[in-house]
């Protein structure tokens, strides 16, 4: 099983970051739809036990819930995404709904990055929404969320498409939990052993 992005879609969306390219063994890990009570601790107390940083790409409705976890998360060192408030579908919305859904979300999580749920956006949502944020994709996508896989198999996805500045996606949701702890402490400990590094973004990484 491999359902990784096809390069070929990578130029349709110029100004996009896929992957970061630089110097040196690194690997971004990425996290989507959060912070979850239960679920979101577990994540931060495995990448301290590795030393390991990484990006939450949480939605401005579990912020709202659930504020003294997202600040946890930036008080542990990690950096912080706005994937919307209410997790729209870019396709199914327009442009303006689309943008103000975002727009609620950045009061809440003040963060130069922005990351659309499913990974759709219409061009004209994407031209609206570059002026504010840097819009970062990613190169690995896990799929922890499907109850079909096993974190076997998640994590055999995720060794056999990771290479340095890949962004991988992870979901620290209850859908996710059954393979997500699993995968990233393969994933942390297979890379760790090799070499790799595991910093958050950074404004100056990407476009």
Not at 42 to 53: C, G, I, Y
Not at 114 to 136: A, C, D, H, T, W
Not at 163 to 169: D, F, L, T, Y
């Amino acid at each position: 099983m491999n359902r990784q992005i096809p390069a070929f879609i990578h130029s349709l969306f110029p100004g996009i970051t896929w992957r970061i390219p630089g110097p040196g063994k690194k690997i971004y890990l990425t996290f989507d739809d959060g912070p979850t009570p239960g679920i979101t601790e577990e994540v931060l107390s495995l990448l301290e036990e590795f030393n390991a940083s990484a990006t939450f790409f949480c939605t401005g409705k579990q912020v709202q819930k659930h504020p003294d976890l997202f600040l946890k998360i930036r008080e542990k060192g990690h950096a912080v995404g706005n994937h919307s408030f209410s997790h729209p579908d870019g396709f199914r919305s327009s442009p303006k709904k689309y943008v103000a859904d975002v727009l609620k979300a950045a009061e809440l999580i003040q963060s130069p990055f922005f990351r659309p749920p499913y990974g759709r956006m219409r061009p004209g949502q994407f031209k609206m929404l570059r002026r504010e944020f840097s819009v970062i994709m990613w190169s690995v996508m896990a799929y922890d969320f499907n109850p079909e896989n096993t974190p076997e198999d998640c994590f055999r996805l995720v060794r056999q498409n990771c290479k340095p500045g890949s962004i991988i996606v992870f979901h620290d949701t209850k859908q996710a939990s059954g393979n997500l702890f699993d995968t990233l402490r393969l994933t942390l400990a297979h890379f760790t052993a090799r070499g790799y590094a595991f910093p958050a973004l950074l404004p100056g990484l990407v476009s």
